[in-house]
């Protein structure tokens, strides 16, 4: 079993702490080599031929059994590529037309907006007078009615990193005859999810976060087993009919969760994720999970100890938040650019929220102390009225 932290996986630089995995998570040392196996050796040597030769063509589904590892699925339930925009909305377009007589989609108003907005897209472009329905994180269970067609949410809030209760929610929109589509973007390698337990239809997440895929890494989406083959998929795409190759004039969709697939595979980013996945190796996401609450509690502690200015913006109890802590303060935005420029990444999240990430794969408790000192530096010597620090970036 490997022993948390395993920091010489990760390439990080000298004197920084990162607690910023929730948003973007650092470059594995193992994925250089492995994107230039692929462009060189295989791209570079192989040319077309690669797609059979090196197992291109099957790298989608390989990596998305490695995941499903992860999310508590079955082999062969997972797909991957794309975007994380664009599995919300297959997902949300194959659930409305497993309910056609119900008109209402819920979600979470607190949800990351993308999802809402891909909602928001998808009812303007099938203009059936659907609905999309949100209710404050603490209401959604008492929103749950028998004219919801799909329940929509977001495992952890990317604001406060507070916890949705999957089994508990599923359950209930169930009971309502409601289809449940999980976004585990915030969750998938930072906590342990049984989506196969807890029998929701769709689940939906990126792994450029907690399982370090790099920018723009693609997506992942889950669809239940015994669903796979009714699932009609609104996107159509070439790589996700049941014999590409065949070249056949109309859609035939694959007899798996491969018809969840639209456009060419990326390769080089897929590739890199798969090398991304190999630090889980003899890693548990129990002991993850154990380590990123001791953590994050030890953080929580030390700030508000060493800095009364902030207020804690995530839930107190651990078991009822993510693997990020956030505080709001009126100048976040300041603030995390000073923080930045003493070697402390977090991010900022509008109005006043400063995020802060847990990854117990390369943080450990010297690494919060250490944190703790700078952030108090920051705050009592009150760096971020800098103008410099004001200035805003387009990326926050």
Not at 115 to 122: C, F, H, I, R, S
Request: glycine letters at 6%.
């Amino acid at each position: 079993m490997a022993q948390l932290p395993l920091k010489h996986l990760f390439a990080l630089p000298d004197d920084v702490i990162y607690l910023d995995g929730n948003s973007l998570g650092p470059l594995p040392v193992s994925a250089p080599a492995r994107a230039a196996q692929v462009l060189q050796e295989e791209w570079g040597q192989e040319l077309i031929k690669a797609w059979n030769t090196a197992g291109w063509m099957g790298l989608p589904q390989r990596v998305g059994d490695r995941i499903a590892a992860l999310i508590g699925a079955p082999a062969g339930s997972v797909a991957t590529g794309d975007t994380l925009s664009i599995k919300v909305y297959q997902a949300l377009a194959a659930a409305l037309k497993m309910r056609p007589d119900r008109r209402v989609i819920l979600s979470d108003a607190r949800n990351f907006p993308t999802d809402l907005y891909m909602a928001e897209g998808l009812i303007d472009t099938i203009d059936k007078d659907y609905e999309l329905r949100t209710a404050a994180p603490e209401d959604v269970l008492g929103q749950i009615t028998d004219d919801v067609a799909v329940v929509m949410l977001t495992q952890v809030d990317y604001r406060s990193g507070r916890l949705h209760d999957i089994t508990e929610i599923t359950k209930a929109a169930h009971a309502a005859g409601a289809v449940t589509i999980w976004d585990l973007a915030h969750s998938a390698g930072a906590l342990q999810v049984d989506i196969d337990a807890c029998a929701a239809e769709f689940a939906v997440g990126c792994t450029y976060k907690y399982l370090n895929g790099g920018p723009g890494a693609p997506a992942f989406i889950y669809v239940r087993p015994d669903l796979v083959d009714t699932v009609q998929p609104a996107l159509s795409g070439w790589m996700g009919h049941d014999a590409p190759f065949a070249m056949e004039p109309h859609y035939r969709p694959a007899m798996s969760t491969e018809r969840l697939r639209v456009g060419t595979p990326p390769i080089v980013p897929l590739s890199i994720l798969d090398a991304a996945l190999d630090v889980w190796t003899g890693v548990t996401l129990d002991d993850v999970r154990a380590a990123s609450i001791d953590l994050s509690e030890l953080f929580i502690a030390e700030i508000e100890r060493r800095c009364p200015m902030l207020s804690l913006a995530s839930p107190r109890d651990p078991d009822q938040r993510g693997s990020q802590v956030s505080f709001s303060f009126e100048h976040g935005y300041a603030a995390i650019q000073a923080l930045i420029a003493h070697g402390v990444i977090g991010d900022f999240r509008a109005p006043d929220i400063m995020r802060f990430g847990f990854t117990p794969l390369y943080l450990d408790r010297t690494d919060i102390l250490t944190a703790a000192d700078r952030i108090e530096k920051v705050f009592r010597d009150e760096l971020w009225r800098d103008p410099q620090f004001h200035r805003k970036s387009r990326v926050t």
